[in-house]
């Protein structure tokens, strides 16, 4: 655990996940929301899209922040064959975009956003994901029973369905479950 120059970090996520990641490395955070539109150009370059979408949600929460505080902020996308797939809007949605996962290698990209009133570093960390093709039913039986709506992709790494689905991870672990922790801790480090 590490106290960055007494500077407070403001993690401006409502991911239960981020929030147990950053309480591995640091007890000084704490959460603030804004609700912002997560919109973006449909011409932005897909791996630029969680950098832009990280850095809108830490201005939404700017005009508050204290001399003594960071905001960090992140978003989270799965790519498949250089299309987005984000969180989904229903179970059947869920259901479809793990159909499409199956079987196949995806890209999970995770942009940071720290920032302060005077300072402002955006990075992003990929991490391939191989999944094993999984009968239909056992798919349909994970979306009915974790109910990944709040999951880009569809789904949680650390939930069943990682455990068994995944092939094999080549980058990142943690920035599959939506923080990067290893590259944070170094941009911190030297923020």
């Known amino acids: 655990m590490i106290n960055w120059q007494n500077k407070k970090i403001i993690l401006g996520s409502k991911s239960p996940r981020r929030s147990e990641l950053l309480a591995q490395i640091t007890e000084n955070f704490e959460v603030r929301i804004q609700d912002v539109e997560e919109i973006f150009d ?3 370059d897909p791996r630029k899209v969680p950098e832009y979408l990280a850095k809108i949600k830490a201005e939404a ?4 922040l204290m001399e003594d505080e960071i905001i960090l902020t992140a978003d989270t996308i ?3 064959e250089n299309q987005i797939l984000g969180k989904p809007k229903s179970l059947d949605d869920a259901y479809e ?11 999970v990209i995770t942009g940071c956003c720290l920032k302060t009133k005077q300072k402002e570093r955006l990075f992003s960390v990929c991490t391939d994901v191989y999944f094993k093709n999984m009968s239909l039913d056992s798919l349909r039986s994970y979306v009915d029973k974790f109910k990944p709506l709040d999951k880009a992709g569809s789904y949680g790494v650390q939930e069943w369905i990682g455990m068994v689905g995944v092939e094999r991870i080549n980058g990142s672990y943690y920035n599959v479950m939506g923080l990067p922790v290893a ?6 480090e030297n923020f």
């Not at 929460?61 to 508050?64: D, F, G, R, V, Y």
């Not at 793990?98 to 995806?106: A, I, R, T, V, W």
């Not at 590259?183 to 911190?188: A, G, H, P, R």
């Open 97 to 107: 975009m793990l159909q499409q996962l199956n079987g196949k290698k995806h890209e």
């Open 61 to 64: 929460l700017i005009e508050k």
């Open 78 to 80: 799965v790519l498949l």
């Open 42 to 44: 449909a011409h932005l």
């Open 183 to 188: 590259q944070l801790w170094d941009e911190i």
